[in-house]
């Protein structure tokens, strides 16, 4: 079996009780561990249901697609993906731009006010 059809694993994580859920981008500068910010609780598997549910969402795949393989009870999560790998290379490349993009929109902000 090929890369592209095998499931694709993903190190996050989570902050739970954010004020929305987002993907916030990577954790640190060499890109192994994506941050996630859920509305949701983290008791009674509320947490992991919206992560579920976010990634689900933002890669556009069923929620049946996305499972959490590792860390049920812990922030620091390993999550399978059942999705081609371009696919998923194409979305973190995706995430990686939309991080470096908030900075920038900030000083432009501010330019604005002063």
């Not at 993903?10 to 981008?25: D, E, F, K, M, W």
Request: hydrophobic share 45%; glycine share 4%.
């Amino acid at each position: 079996m090929d890369r592209a059809q095998q499931p694709q694993t993903l190190p996050i994580r989570v902050t739970p009780r954010s004020a929305v859920n987002a993907v916030v981008g990577w954790a640190d500068a060499g890109q192994d561990t994506l941050l996630l910010r859920v509305t949701a609780p983290a008791t009674e598997g509320k947490a992991n249901e919206a992560v579920v549910k976010l990634l689900a969402a933002e890669l556009g795949i069923p929620k049946s697609a996305v499972s959490i393989t590792r860390g049920e009870t812990s922030r620091n999560k390993l999550v399978t993906l059942d999705i081609a790998a371009e696919k998923l290379e194409i979305w973190l490349k995706m995430v990686a731009e939309r991080k470096s993009a908030l900075p920038q929109a900030a000083k432009r902000e501010k330019r604005k006010d002063a």
